[in-house]
C-alpha cells in the first residue's frame, strides 16, 4: 500500500466515521419536554410528539413538571445541570423566567414558522402573545363545571353566581387552593362587570369584598391542587361543582362520558406555551419550528378543546379525533362561550400574587 | 401474664378488660395494614369493598391492578432505580458506618458523646430540613438531579441506623472472648474472621437493613433532590396518591408489606443466631 | 510516704509504666478517632455544609446590593426623608441598564416584591424602556411607575441594601420592618407562619400523649410476658415500623375517607346515614390519627426497654404490703417508667413536628404543619430565603429537644427493634 492511498484510505475512514457519528447523534437525541400530564400531555405526543418521532428519530421524553416548572428551572440552573430541554409553561412564569436568565430571548420570526399563505409569525400569533422568552401555543380557559345529575333537571346552574349560591345550587365545590381565579369569580358573583374586575382588586375594599365573598362558601370547598382532582371528584359525586381547565372537563365529558357542563361564564382565559431553557436552543430549534407551525396546532384541537394560538390555525379546527364531534362550540374563543370572558393580567398577578397568596392562605388556615 | 392466685374478682375483670385493650391496640397497629391488602385485589377501580368482594365472588376479584403495575414501564423503572439507590447508599453507609463504630465502641474513644450525637443527628433533623439544605448545597457543587446526589444523601440518612445497630452489638461483646482465642494460639486475623466476625456479623446486616429499608422509602429528599431519570418509587407513590388513588398503588401498598414482612423475617432471625451465638437462648 | 521512696514501675524496656500507659492510651485514643474519621468526614460534606449553607442562606441578601450598586451608594446621603433627587435616580437608570444586560432583574424584583407588593412590575415596565429613556430621569420614572415616586420604595431599597439581612427571620414569624425600620407585626390578614408553628406544636403534644396513652399497655403487656409470647407480640408493633410510610398513610386514606371502609362499615351497620358520613380526613382529625399510628412503635420501644428492666419482685412486694393494685401502680410501678416515658416522649414528639409526608396527604387544609409551608415556600412561591429561615427556627426546636433527650437519656441508649 504506498502512501497517497494510505492517505486516501485514512480520509475516508474518517469521514465514514464522522458522518457515522453524526448520523448516530442525530437519531440518539432525546428530547426531555416538560408539561402538565393528563389529558394536555396527550394531546401534544398526538399532535407534535408522535410525528415529530416518526420524521426525526428523535426519542421524546414526557415529564410532567410544569407546575413546578419555575421552581425546577431555578433548580437545574443554579446545579448548572440543566436536564429539560424544552418547557410548556404560563406566560406569567415565562416574565419571571426570563427576566433570571433562566430560558432563551427567541427570534420569533427568525425562528418560527409562516403561516401558510406566508404571514410572519409576529403577525399570526394572537396579537401581544408572543414576549421576549415565550411561544404560545393554546389558549385555555379556566372555568367552573358541574355534574348535571346532581341537579334537578330544570334547575341547572347557569352563570358564576350560582357558584356562590348556597342556597339554590347545594353541594361541594371544589376550587384551585391559590387565589388566581377565585377572586375574579368571587367579584364577579358580587356584581362586579367582568372588566371591572382587576380595578377593583387593586383597592383593598375590592379584595376583602372578594374575599368576604369566598367566606359565604368556604366551608363547602373542597381544595384541589392537581389538575387531575376536580374531574375525579366531580366524577365520584364528591362536589357538584368543580373549577378546573377547560380542556380536563372536556376530555371527561367526551372519552369518559361524564353528565359534565361548563359554564362558561366570566371565564378566565390565558395563553399556554413553550419556553426553551438557556443553552437549549440548538438542541429543540426543529422541534420547536415543527411543533408550532399552523397544522400542528390545528391538529392538537382534535385532541383537546383549547384554541390554537395561531390565527391561522383557528380556521382549520375541525372534529373530535376519537367521537368526531364539532370542536367549534368547546372552545373557550367560540363567541358564545367568550363574551363574558375575563383575560387573565398578568401583571397584576405578578405583582400581587406573592401577598395575595399569603393572604389567601391565612385565609385558609383560619 | 398469668394472674397471680391472690387476685380479686375485680382484678380479674380488670384483667381480662386490660388484654382486650390490648387487643384493640394491636389491632389499630396491625389492621390497617392488613386491610388494604384484599382491597388491592378488587375487580373495580374503589379502594373500598365492593359488594361482589363481601360475598366471595370470584368475579368481585381480580389481578389487574398487579398486572398494571408489572406492565408499567414508569413503576417498573421506579424500582429500578430505588433497588441502585437503596443498594448503592447501603453499601456506603454500613462500611462507613461500621468502621466508626469499632472506634466508637473503644473505651478510649474521646467526646464519644458529642461524635455519636452529631453521627445520629440525621435521623433527629426533619427530613424536609435536611432536604432543604441539601437542595441547596448540592445544586452548587452540581450534584443535583443526579445519582450520585441521591445516593449521598440516602447515605446520611441510613448511616445513624449502621452505627446505632452495630454499636449496639459491639457494646455486647464479650472481649474476653478474643484474648481466650488468642490464648488457645489463634492469630489476630484468625481471631477476627473465626470469632469477631460471626458475633459482629449479625448486628453489621441488621443495621444494613435498616439503612436499605431507609432508602428505599424515602420520599422528601428525592422530592427535593432527584430528576427525572432518578424517579424513585415512593415517589411515583407519592404522586399517585396525590392525583388519586388508583388501586394499582394498593397493590404496591400490598408487595410492599410483604417486602417488609420479610425483611422483618431476616432480622429476627439475625436476631436469635446472635443470642444463640452469645449463649443467650431464650427460655 | 513519699513518691520519691519507692522507684517507679517499669516495663520491661525500663519505660516507667505510667509513661507506657499514657502511650497505650493516646494510641487507642489516636486509632479510635481514625476509624471515625472517614464518617466524621463524610457527613461533614454531605450533611453539615448543606445545613449550615441553608441557615447562610436564610439572612443571605446579595440582591439589591449586587444589582443595584450604584443607587445603593447614591443613596447613602440621603435624609430619607423625601423621595431622592435626580443622581439617586440617574444611578437607578445606569444599575438597571446593566442589570437588563446581565438578565439578572428577575431575581431583583423577585426580592422587593417580597417585601412591596407591585415592585415587581416597577422593575419590569422601567426596564423595558431603558433604550429610550433620556435625563433627567426623575420625573420620567415616576411617571413610569407610580412605586419610584413613592418613599417607602425608597427606604426599602436602602434597608435591604446590607449584604445580610433578617426579613426572612421576620417574615417566618409574621413580622416585617415598618418604613421606619421598626420591627411590626404584619396585618391580621397576612399572619400564617406562626399560626402554623403553634399548630404544628399542639398537635405534635396532642400525637405524643395518644401514642403514649395507647403505648403504655402494651409496652406493659409485652414487658410482663414469658420471652417467648412476647417476641411474637413484638414482630406486630415492629411490622408497621418496617412498613414503607407511605404505604401506612394510603392505607389511612383508604380507611378514613367519606367512601372509604370505615364510613362504609358504620353506614353498612346503620350507625350514620348515607348523608352523613363522617369526615375524618383532610382534617386536624386525620392528621391525629394517622400520625399517631405511624409514630406508635416509637413509644412503645422505649418505653418497653425500661420496662423490662424492672424487677416484677417489686410490685409483688408492694402487694404483700398491702397496698391496692391500683395505688402499687401508681406508686411503684409507674414511677420506675418515667425514664421510658421521656425517651419516647421526647422521640415522638421531636419526630412529629418534622412530618411532611403525612399531614400533606391526609391534613387538608386545617390538618398541615409548619413542613408543609417549608415545602410551600421552596417549591411554588420559590422564596427560599423564607423557606431557609422557617427551617432554621424548626431545627433551632428540633435540637433543643434533641439535647434535652440526650442529657436525660443518651442518644447512645437508642435502640432499634
Redesign the interface.
Known sequence: MNKPMMKGATIAVMGLSTLAIAVAAQAEQTLNIVSWGGAYSMSQQKAYHEPWMEKSGDEIVNIDRSG?A??GL?AQNQAGNVTWDLVDMLPADA????????IEPLDHDELLAEAPDGTPPTEDFIDDSLTECFVPSIVYSNIVAFNTEMFPEDKQPSTIADVFDLENYPGKRTLLRKPINNLEWALVADGVAPEEVYDVLETEEGVQRA?AKLDTIKDQV??WEEGAQPPQLLA?E?VAFGSAYNGRIFNAMVTEDQPFEIIWDAQVFELDGWVVPTGKLDKVKDYLYFATDTQRLADQAKYISYGPARKSSSDMVSTHAETGIDMTPHMPTYPPNFETAIPKDD?FW???N??L???F?????Q | ?AL?S?ATTG?RV?HYV??T??GL??L???G??L??IP?SFNAEP????SEAMLSFDPAGYSLRWYEDFFTSSAWLNAIKNSFIVGIASTLLATI??T??A???S?????A??A????????M???????A???????S?INLAQTYLGVI??H??LG?P?V???V??TLSSFDTTLIRAAHSLGANPTRTFFKVVLPLVTPGVVSGAL?AF?TS??E??VVL?IAGPEQRTM?IQ??SG??EQ?SPT??A??TL??IL??L??AI??LLRRRGERLRGLT?? | MSDSSTPPLTTADGVPLKVSLRRA?RR??L??????S???L??GI??????F??LW?SVDNPEVSTTLPRTVSALEDWDGESVPDEPVFAALVEDLQEGQK??????L??RL??EK?????AV?RT?RRLRTLEPPYRETLIEINDAWGELDTWQLIQRESSPYTLSYYLAAMDRQFSPQGEIVKVPE????HA??FW?TFWMSAVITLATLV?GY??AF?LA?????QS?L?M??????F??????????????LQ????LN?VMVALGVIADEARWQLI?NKTGTIIAMT?IL??FMILPLYSVMKTIPPSYM?AA?SLGGR?FLCFRRVYFPLTIPGIAAGGILVF?LS?????TPA?VG???G?FI?NY???H???????GL??AI?SI??LV?VVF?WIF?RLI???K????
Open positions: 413546578n419555575l421552581a431555578r416574565l419571571i423566567a426570563c427576566a433570571e436568565g433562566l374575599f373542597i381544595w365520584d364528591e401583571e405578578a405583582d400581587n406573592d401577598e397568596t399569603q393572604r392562605n391565612a385565609w385558609l388556615s | 401474664m397471680p391472690y382484678e380488670w386490660f388484654l385493650l390490648c391496640i394491636f389499630f397497629l396491625i390497617p395494614l386491610i388494604i382491597l374503589y379502594f373500598t369493598f462507613l458506618g468502621i466508626a469499632l472506634g466508637l473503644s473505651r478510649f474513644m474521646p464519644r458523646g461524635i455519636m450525637a452529631l453521627l445520629i443527628s440525621p433527629i433533623v426533619p427530613l424536609i430540613i435536611s432543604a439544605a441539601m437542595f441547596f448545597f448540592f452548587k449521598l444523601a447515605t446520611v448511616i441506623f452505627v446505632i445497630t454499636t449496639a435498616f429499608i428505599f422509602d420520599v422528601v427535593f415512593p407513590m407519592w396518591i396525590r388513588i398503588i394498593l404496591v401498598a410492599l408489606v417488609s414482612m425483611l422483618l432480622l429476627e431464650p427460655g | 492510651v487507642s485514643k486509632k479510635a478517632l481514625l476509624l471515625v472517614p464518617l466524621l463524610f457527613l454531605a450533611f453539615v455544609m448543606p445545613i449553607d441553608m442562606r446581565e438578565r439578572n432583574l428577575g431575581l424584583s423577585s416584591n417580597y407588593s407591585g415592585m415587581r412590575s419590569s426596564a390578614y397576612l399572619q400564617i399560626t402554623l399548630r395507647l399497655p402494651i403487656l410482663n410476658l414469658p420471652l417467648r417476641n407480640l414482630i406486630l408493633v415492629l411490622l408497621p418496617w412498613t414503607s410510610l407511605l404505604v401506612r398513610t394510603t392505607t389511612w386514606i383508604a380507611i367519606s367512601q372509604g371502609v362504609d383532610h399510628h406508635l412503635p409483688r402487694r393494685p421531636i413536628i418534622g412530618y411532611y409526608i396527604l387538608g387544609q386545617s398541615r413542613t417549608i415545602a410551600y421552596m417549591q411554588t412561591s420559590l422564596n427560599w423557606a431557609a427551617a424548626l431545627l428540633v434533641y440526650n443518651g442518644v447512645d437508642v435502640k432499634l427493634g
